[in-house]
């Protein structure tokens, strides 16, 4: 079970079914139409000569963010401990409780700091039709310092054939709301005779999960083209990242100030007001953001899937008849 998505058993139609597997929601085949329509929904983030990459995600951008929410989960909760509980669990000799309030509130640090220092610096997915395989970052072996530190990150590859796909929902609650989130789950089984699951990948909180199936299993199925007509090609983000290039959205004197009271004026107030807290924050999730940058581990590439995969298709190589079937109809106008 990861992240409440079952995961685990037997990748069977007998075994997968809603009853047995909590929040499944169907069980798609690759021969047969999902949905009449059919689209990345924005997922693609790079087009190949007979692959398809997704969820490239750097951790140049957001990376450190959890981690910093958990620190600040902590501080507050060792404050909250130390100004009013201490005295009165020390006098009724609550130290159980205080050391539960004191592990519970650094939980989600530790947690997320886990989860996201020295995890891999990329993480995309590859959808090979040439080969029919799909290409995925995996880590392998224990972790240098046991339950912390670097671990070995790599790309693995699955035969297309061994991977089965689902349709998933889980529920996300809050104070106020409830609302399901959908999910599209990739199952990978051991062999063509053993239906045992053995890795899993999956597309979290899509909006139109049978869409993007669709997409995938015709690009796969059918040789259908990865774009559309008119189409641009998903452009690399594997430029550096200037974390302080956002600074001007949390100082606005620092970013255009005449036009921002022009155009949003109680917003930019607002900011003004409450500079002495996010200014604090942007800086601590910047120190968080580098560590996580400085710790993460290169994935090591195969040159047999480097080969495979060739290089990332740009809008100059779909203008030449080399190309052309990666999008139909006429280029674009630039």
Do not use: C
Not at 138 to 164: C, H, M
Not at 191 to 200: A, G, L, R
Not at 220 to 232: C, H, S
Not at 260 to 274: A, D, S
């Amino acid at each position: 079970m990861i992240g409440g998505i079952n995961t685990s058993g037997r990748s069977t139609d007998e075994d997968r079914i809603d009853g047995n597997v909590i929040g499944l929601v169907e069980r798609f085949a690759k021969r047969q139409r999902a949905t009449g329509v059919a689209g990345h929904g924005g997922n693609l983030t790079g087009v190949y000569p007979d692959a398809i990459e997704f969820q490239r995600v750097y951790l140049t951008g957001g990376g450190g963010f959890y981690t910093t929410y958990g620190f600040v989960s902590g501080v507050l909760g060792t404050y909250l401990i130390l100004n009013f509980a201490l005295e009165g669990l020390l006098k009724y000799r609550g130290y159980g409780v205080l050391a539960f309030g004191f592990i519970g509130s650094w939980s989600l640090f530790v947690f997320f700091g886990y989860l996201e220092l020295f995890a891999p610096a990329d993480s995309p997915l590859y959808f090979d039709r040439k080969h029919r395989k799909v290409y995925k970052v995996t880590q392998s072996g224990a972790r240098r310092w046991r339950f912390f530190g670097p671990r070995n990150s790599s790309l693995v590859a699955y035969d297309w054939d061994l991977i089965d796909a689902e349709h998933h929902t889980t529920l996300q609650a809050s104070t106020a709301t409830a609302s399901r989130v959908h999910h599209l789950v990739f199952l990978v089984r051991k062999s063509k005779d053993d239906p045992t699951i053995v890795d899993s990948f999956t597309f979290a909180s899509v909006d139109f999960v049978p869409a993007l199936w669709e997409y995938i299993r015709r690009y796969m199925e059918q040789g259908a083209a990865p774009l559309v007509q008119g189409e641009f090609p998903p452009v690399s983000n594997t430029g550096t990242y200037v974390p302080w290039s956002d600074f001007g959205a949390v100082v606005p004197f620092l970013d255009q100030p005449g036009r921002r009271w022009k155009e949003h004026p109680w917003k930019t107030l607002l900011k003004y007001i409450g500079m002495p807290v996010t200014v604090p924050l942007y800086v601590l999730w910047l120190f968080f953001n580098r560590l996580t940058v400085w710790t993460a581990q290169r994935v090591e590439w195969p040159e047999e899937i480097k080969q495979a995969i060739g290089r990332l298709i740009n809008e100059l190589d779909l203008r030449t008849d080399t190309y052309r079937r990666l999008r139909p109809g006429p280029p674009p106008e630039v």
